[in-house]
């Protein structure tokens, strides 16, 4: 996602000692880095459609692509066209999205301690099974995408449809821990009643806080499991906190 500016800012402070019940995920930006891609996504769609890709990139990310259609180009805003489109970004681009830093390693070891996790993004379902096939990354027993809900980030419904998903663990009375890249996305997880970590991966530092993160961080290099406990609760450290310089 290029290089984000973080002049005045340092990520130093910390870590923090923490623990939750269960875990979202959002994907793009968050596990994976997908803007070589996604770019050449929407250029085909803005020639598809008569609208220059660089409008429609200001404002896409994090959101559906059938949202943005649905104000670009109503006519095209269906669910048989998104998935079509959608489903080609890895076969055809498969060599330009990247893992985000720490993201395996962290999923990993959720996964070996039998910790609930999923994976709540705006994507289509063909482009996220497509994405974690050909990284080989970890796929979740559940998975809420585009077509999960009727509407989508910065509205609630994904994430509260994530912590339906995972039943107990993420039910009245637990706490969930969201992690997030897009302002969107971030405001999405708070309104569910999550705790959110957001990240400074595609957006700059200011549009990030100002959507209200409980914590912010670089990527997921600095976030560890320490432990699960007996209740099932998971102590993790988040280190690499932002600050003001």
């Known amino acids: 996602m290029g290089s984000i500016d973080t002049t005045g800012y340092s990520f130093t402070a910390g870590p923090e000692t923490v623990s ?44 559906r692509t059938i949202d943005m259609l649905k104000i670009l180009a109503p006519e095209k805003a269906t669910w048989e066209y998104v998935q079509s489109r959608e489903a080609l970004l890895p076969i055809l681009y498969g060599s330009d999205a990247v893992e985000i830093p720490g993201a395996r390693s962290l999923l990993d070891s959720l996964i070996a301690l ?7 993004t705006s994507g289509s379902l063909p482009l996220v ?20 809900v009727q509407n989508g980030k910065p509205d609630p419904a994904c ?35 999550c705790r959110v970590v957001g990240l400074v ?6 549009e990030v806080l100002s959507a209200g993160p409980d914590w912010v961080v670089k990527d997921l290099t600095q976030v560890r499991i320490v432990r699960r406990e007996e209740d099932g609760r998971v102590v993790l450290e988040i280190g690499g906190l932002l600050v003001r310089n």
């Open 114 to 120: 039998s910790v609930p996790w999923t994976i709540v």
């Open 159 to 193: 994430y509260r449809l994530g912590r339906e998903k995972l039943g107990e663990s993420a039910g009245e009375g637990k706490e969930v821990l969201v992690f997030e890249d897009a302002p969107a996305g971030i405001e999405a997880g708070k309104a569910a009643g």
């Open 129 to 148: 099974s497509g994405w974690l096939k050909v990284l080989d990354l970890p796929v979740p027993e559940h998975l809420v995408t585009a077509e999960s």
């Open 20 to 63: 939750f019940d269960s875990f979202l995920f959002d994907m793009d930006g968050t596990i994976i880095d997908s803007t070589a891609a996604v770019e050449k996504h929407w250029e085909g769609i803005g020639n598809d459609i008569g609208v220059s890709p660089e409008i429609i990139l200001q404002t896409s990310h994090g959101r």
């Open 201 to 206: 991966t595609s957006h700059s530092v200011e």
